[in-house]
């Protein structure tokens, strides 16, 4: 299959980290920790939310400093709600000044592999805590993206077109544009091309990715019949459906092949995928009938 996935034979992604107990257990504390103070800053948040809330002056100005800054992914500047509700709330305030150097710390853990991002979402209550505050900091909604990557996940790629087809798993993919760019240098392709003046160019996967959903009532996967079921490049990969516990996705001669800029990645943490097996025709053929409702249903769930 030299067209679908080059890389599957020759070319392994980057090998997961082992985890020592040692930083296991430091990945716990620091977990731990983090949901504690982050709970203990509600109060405040609370505070200076009701205090802005009170100005009058809908936060929406391109004008208004504080909001410029959230843009730009930096903390929005302390302004008159902060100090008031620093002096309602001088205990929840101190929590709250803790929270950056331990989002500093959280954040680089998560970067050692799918192992330490495993040990945050199984700490009790700190993902919902960070997902209802991810608004108050940068890096909380940096950490909420982190700790929303799907990790572990096994994927089956398939052409319908071509009858071929391949099994992967995959950690640490975001969204499906961070699946084409790590399957691209995965197969040696340069994901980051820039222009004669030095700036990055947009980026042009080689296929086009859509939902299983194109499949049915025997829809066209060329050109625009199937626009409805075009991944875009900024979906989740747990929005794709499961067939008995593997993520499911079609592949296609790209109609348009623009995808933006890959390397504006707010999570920062590299893709890895592993490949486990080539489909063949008959494998697909099979497979694919069972899907279309031709022959025996297979067992699917929705995306969890």
């Given at each position: 299959m030299p067209d679908l996935l080059p890389f599957v034979r020759?070319?392994?992604?980057?090998?997961?980290?082992?985890?020592?107990?040692?930083?296991a257990y430091l990945s716990a504390v620091s977990f731990a920790r983090?949901?504690?103070?982050?709970?203990a800053a509600v109060p405040f948040f609370l505070r200076r939310r009701a205090f802005r809330s009170r100005s009058g002056v809908p936060e929406l100005f391109y004008f208004d400093r504080a909001r410029d800054a959230e843009l730009s992914g930096q903390p929005r500047p302390p302004d008159e709600a902060d100090r008031k509700a620093a002096t309602a709330e001088p205990t929840a305030h101190r929590a709250a000044?803790?929270?950056?150097?331990?989002?500093?710390?959280?954040l680089t853990l998560?970067?050692?592999?799918?192992?330490?991002?495993?040990?945050?979402?199984?700490?009790?209550?700190?993902?919902?805590?960070?997902?209802?505050?991810?608004?108050?900091?940068?890096?909380?909604?940096?950490?909420?993206?982190v700790a929303a990557v799907a990790d572990d996940e096994v994927l089956r790629l398939i052409d319908p077109t071509r009858r071929t087809g391949v099994r992967f798993a995959a950690s640490?993919?975001?969204?499906?544009?961070?699946?084409?760019?790590?399957?691209?240098?995965?197969?040696?392709?340069?994901?980051?091309?820039?222009?004669?003046?030095?700036?990055?160019?947009?980026?042009?996967?080689?296929?086009?990715?859509?939902?299983p959903s194109a499949l049915q009532r025997g829809r066209s996967l060329e050109g625009w019949?199937?626009?409805?079921?075009?991944?875009?490049?900024?979906?989740?990969?747990?929005?794709?459906?499961?067939?008995?516990?593997?993520?499911?996705?079609?592949?296609?001669e790209p109609t348009i092949r623009t995808m933006?800029?890959?390397?504006?990645?707010?999570?920062?943490?590299?893709?890895?995928?592993?490949?486990?097996?080539?489909?063949?025709?008959?494998?697909?053929?099979?497979?694919?009938?069972?899907?279309?409702?031709?022959?025996?249903?297979?067992?699917?769930r929705r995306a969890a």
């Open positions: 020759d070319v392994v992604a980057v090998p997961r980290l082992k985890v020592a107990p040692e930083l983090l949901r504690d103070v982050l709970q000044s803790l929270l950056p150097d331990l989002l500093d710390d959280v998560t970067h050692h592999g799918p192992a330490l991002r495993r040990v945050l979402r199984a700490t009790d209550r700190l993902v919902p805590s960070v997902e209802a505050w991810a608004c108050e900091h940068p890096k909380l909604e940096r950490l909420r993206r640490g993919i975001e969204t499906i544009r961070d699946l084409h760019v790590v399957l691209a240098e995965s197969s040696g392709e340069d994901s980051l091309q820039l222009s004669d003046d030095g700036d990055e160019v947009p980026f042009e996967p080689s296929r086009q990715f859509l939902r019949a199937a626009v409805d079921h075009w991944l875009w490049g900024m979906e989740s990969l747990r929005t794709l459906p499961r067939l008995d516990g593997e993520r499911l996705i079609l592949s296609a933006g800029n890959p390397t504006a990645s707010a999570t920062g943490i590299r893709p890895e995928i592993e490949w486990i097996e080539d489909m063949t025709p008959t494998d697909v053929d099979t497979f694919l009938k069972a899907w279309t409702g031709t022959a025996a249903e297979p067992r699917l």
